[in-house]
């Protein structure tokens, strides 16, 4: 119900730090309608071109100040994502995506209060990284 | 002499909003020019750091609802018990985080707080003070699948009653008196999951015959109504549309007779406005006469959630339902109160 949330067509880049491409990164909406703090998202993952990522590489940050494992968001309380924010999901690789196309599937789950099944969001996107 | 008021819950365009195709402004301004009496909002889908914002988010919200000369109707509250994932909160943390909502609600210029479903009957008189300080009126959800007959509900009508206090109320919702099955929901789950026609020709049956998902199944104590179980063929493709039907309950208005003095506000959920002007799955000339003839004068809110019944990658007609469900309600209203 709320795939199309996820995943912003588009969005998905290498990232570039310190003269190093570091990694690749994506935008995507809340899999709810409302915003919720960051310890309420159960979880996030990604698969690029049929390989699992590693949850440890994986960083989430709501508004691009503050970045998170997916372990440290489970007591990030005092922040959230909010309902029109485009979030950034962040894979650590050294080198990036190659240049070429990627099949990317990156997933977003959150819980709620009085729905007893938690809401999770699926989107694959074909990425061509230059 | 009593009379119905409208209003449109922000909820129904929120897409407009989460892709940025609307601002809160634009959002006000197209309020007004509907003609919309009164507005409705989620805090936590529309104003930053809910349930404690920034005084300048106030500054601006009270800037817009002075410039649009909009009501203020009811502000939807949620509770978050499972904030953390290896704990539910403890009584003293919910009943903190409702108080921090009574206070916003106020600031905002609120009198109505929607609790949404599920959230405990035991927050109400620890709260109870600081929602008479406020003047704001502490009112459950009553929800298709969420409400009669069911336990956390039914507990929360019992002390409603029980402290019986001009600041606890309810806000039912159409989604009670469904008549039959939205056909958005049957296309949806038939298209993308493939959901087999027998079960949806069964579910489309009972409500004919008067009866719903919800009293065979949950409402008997069972996890789904037997027959319905038996037609689920292959999970996948099946299971989701099951399950969800529960969430429409085709009750009698006379549910609500025990509680009618307690109605603060009723959401008029859609799904389905049809090229017709009425709602596929409802019947809301029947709710209105109920609410008129009970002395109601509280708002009718438009909710739209027919958003969620939208396959992947086709646009979402928020506005074209919103419009058309508001020029329904001023007609019914019109009939049966004329004004």
């Known amino acids: 119900m709320f795939d199309n949330n996820v995943f912003i067509e588009g969005t998905c880049r290498n990232v570039e730090e310190g003269g190093k491409i570091i990694g690749y990164e994506m935008q995507t909406h809340i899999t709810y309608y409302r915003a919720i703090p960051l310890s309420m998202i159960n979880f996030i993952a990604v698969e690029t071109d049929g390989e699992k990522v590693p949850a440890e590489d994986i960083r989430f940050t709501p508004d691009r100040i503050d970045w998170f494992t997916l372990a440290e968001m489970t007591t990030v309380t005092g922040i959230k994502w909010e309902y029109d924010q485009a979030a950034t999901v962040r894979v650590l690789k050294e080198g990036g995506l190659s240049s070429?196309?990627?099949?990317?599937?990156?997933?977003?789950?959150?819980?709620?209060?009085?729905i007893p099944v938690p809401l999770e969001g699926n989107m694959t996107r074909t990425v061509e990284i230059r | 002499m009593s009379r119905i008021k409208r209003s449109v819950s922000l909820?129904?365009?929120?897409?407009?909003?989460?892709?940025?195709?609307?601002?809160?402004?634009?959002?006000?301004?197209?309020?007004?020019?509907?003609?919309?009496?009164?507005?409705e909002i989620l805090p936590d889908q529309m104003l930053h750091g809910t349930p404690e914002p920034e005084e300048e988010t106030y500054r601006e919200w009270n800037r817009l609802v002075e410039k649009y000369d909009l009501a203020l109707a009811c502000d939807d509250v949620f509770l978050n018990t499972n904030l953390y994932m290896n704990r539910t909160l403890t009584k003293r943390e919910c009943v903190a985080l409702i108080r921090k909502e009574i206070v916003m609600a106020h600031r905002l210029g609120f009198k109505?707080?929607?609790?949404?479903?599920?959230?405990p009957a035991w927050i109400l008189e620890p709260c109870l003070a600081e929602a008479e300080r406020n003047d704001v009126t502490l009112c459950i959800e009553i929800h298709g699948g969420l409400g009669f007959g069911v336990p956390k509900t039914e507990e929360f009508l019992a002390e409603m009653l029980r402290l019986n206090s001009p600041y606890i109320g309810i806000v039912p919702d159409t989604s009670l008196f469904c008549r039959r099955v939205p056909r958005v929901v049957d296309n949806y789950c038939r298209t993308l999951y493939g959901t087999n026609d027998e079960i949806i020709a069964y579910a489309d049956k009972t409500y004919e015959n008067g009866s719903d998902m919800f009293a065979l199944g949950e409402g008997r104590g069972l996890d789904m109504d037997p027959t319905l179980k038996s037609l689920i063929r292959d999970p996948k493709k099946d299971f989701f549309y099951a399950h969800?039907?529960?969430?429409?309950?085709?009750?009698?208005?006379?549910?609500?007779?025990?509680?009618?003095?307690?109605?603060?506000?009723?959401?008029?959920?859609?799904?389905?406005?049809?090229?017709?002007?009425?709602?596929?799955?409802?019947?809301?000339?029947?709710?209105?006469?109920?609410?008129?003839?009970?002395?109601?004068?509280?708002?009718?809110?438009?909710?739209?959630?027919?958003?969620?019944?939208?396959?992947?990658?086709?646009?979402?007609?928020?506005?074209?339902?919103?419009?058309?469900?508001?020029?329904?309600?001023?007609?019914?209203?019109?009939?049966?109160?004329?004004?």
Not at chain 1, 100 to 111: E, F, M, N, P, Q
Not at chain 2, 112 to 119: A, C, E, F, G, Q
Not at chain 2, 291 to 320: A, F, K, M, Q
Request: hydrophobic content about 30%.
């Open chain 1, 100 to 114: 070429g196309t990627h099949t990317v599937h990156l997933t977003v789950c959150t819980r709620t209060a009085y």
């Open chain 2, 11 to 39: 909820y129904s365009l929120q897409y407009q909003y989460m892709t940025g195709k609307m601002s809160l402004e634009d959002i006000f301004r197209y309020m007004k020019e509907l003609g919309v009496e009164g507005i």
């Open chain 2, 112 to 119: 109505v707080i929607r609790l949404v479903s599920m959230v």
């Open chain 2, 244 to 339: 969800n039907l529960s969430g429409y309950e085709n009750r009698p208005l006379s549910c609500m007779d025990p509680y009618v003095k307690y109605i603060r506000h009723f959401h008029f959920k859609l799904y389905e406005m049809t090229e017709e002007g009425t709602e596929n799955s409802m019947d809301y000339g029947e709710v209105l006469r109920y609410l008129h003839e009970h002395g109601y004068d509280g708002y009718v809110s438009t909710e739209y959630e027919g958003n969620r019944w939208v396959l992947p990658d086709r646009p979402i007609p928020e506005r074209e339902q919103v419009e058309k469900h508001q020029a329904l309600l001023k007609r019914e209203l019109l009939k049966i109160q004329g004004q």
